[in-house]
């Protein structure tokens, strides 16, 4: 695999930590993004047989297509691989609108993946049934023995959590003031619905915020000059941590244990760089 250029800047907030990797341009962020995917995959699969790998919505997925790459894919056991949704539209697969139906046409369609381990939300229920579903299909895989549980909390460990991020600085379908993200009343559960997201369309599922916390790694993605203004509010001149005012919905994902990658442009980076 071609070697990716980039400048790593490290992340220090509070008592977590991580890196900040700064590309030349979206392609070099597919690039590096696809490294570090199978570089995880490969570490996984060594370790407990299997790689559980969420994915979220948005330009983010675009990125995916370079795993589909000869000498990429040549990496890659397929048959061990394990794809779940950080969040979906509760919208048939076929919708413009769902989110599998954008991974399908810019990765999956490309890699032979086995359709059993593409783990897809039910599209035939209504939303609150199909996050209870999405949920127990996530537990059955605890159970089978390809998602393992984080050893200190009752939620599941994925091996790697890709997040694109919004410009109100939502992540998954968790956005500023909504009560899924209420400290008051942290929910035990994996999966949540919602109807009334800020953005259309209004039904969703998503990951609980503890789920994405006990991610073995979890890579928050920025690209383009529409995101400038939010990473000027999110970071520190610099870059090397958040700013003290933030309050984000993308502020709060802190793995407890794990390993926290956020992987920028240039475009956006100058919100920060530039200060």
Request: charged share 20%.
């Amino acid at each position: 695999m071609e070697e990716v250029e980039f400048m790593t800047i490290p992340l220090s907030w509070r008592e977590s930590s991580g890196e900040l990797r700064v590309h030349e341009s979206a392609d070099g962020i597919s690039r590096g993004l696809a490294d570090v995917i199978v570089r995880t995959a490969e570490a996984a699969i060594a370790a407990h047989g299997h790689f559980c790998i969420a994915i979220s919505g948005g330009s983010v997925v675009k990125c995916l297509g370079q795993l589909a790459d000869p000498a990429v894919a040549a990496r890659c056991d397929w048959s061990r691989w394990h794809v779940f949704w950080v969040d979906e539209r509760a919208v048939p697969l076929t919708h413009p609108d769902s989110n599998y139906l954008l991974a399908h046409a810019h990765w999956l369609s490309k890699v032979p993946i086995p359709v059993a381990n593409i783990h897809t939300l039910d599209d035939s229920l209504p939303v609150e049934a199909a996050a209870e579903a999405y949920e127990g299909d996530l537990r059955r895989c605890v159970e089978q023995g390809v998602l393992l549980m984080h050893p200190d909390t009752p939620f599941p460990r994925f091996d790697f959590i890709l997040l694109g991020v919004g410009p109100d600085g939502h992540v998954a379908s968790l956005f500023p003031s909504h009560p899924l993200l209420s400290p008051a009343s942290p929910s035990p559960h994996w999966c949540r619905p919602l109807s009334d997201s800020p953005k259309p369309p209004p039904a969703r599922i998503t990951l609980t915020l503890p789920v994405l916390l006990a991610a073995a790694v979890v890579a928050v993605v920025a690209m383009g000059e529409g995101k400038r203004e939010l990473l000027g509010r999110l970071f520190e001149a610099g870059g090397t941590g958040f700013a003290e005012e933030t309050a984000l919905p993308v502020s709060l994902v802190l793995p407890r244990d794990g390993r926290l990658v956020w992987m920028v442009d240039r475009e956006a980076a100058a919100g920060f760089l530039g200060r």
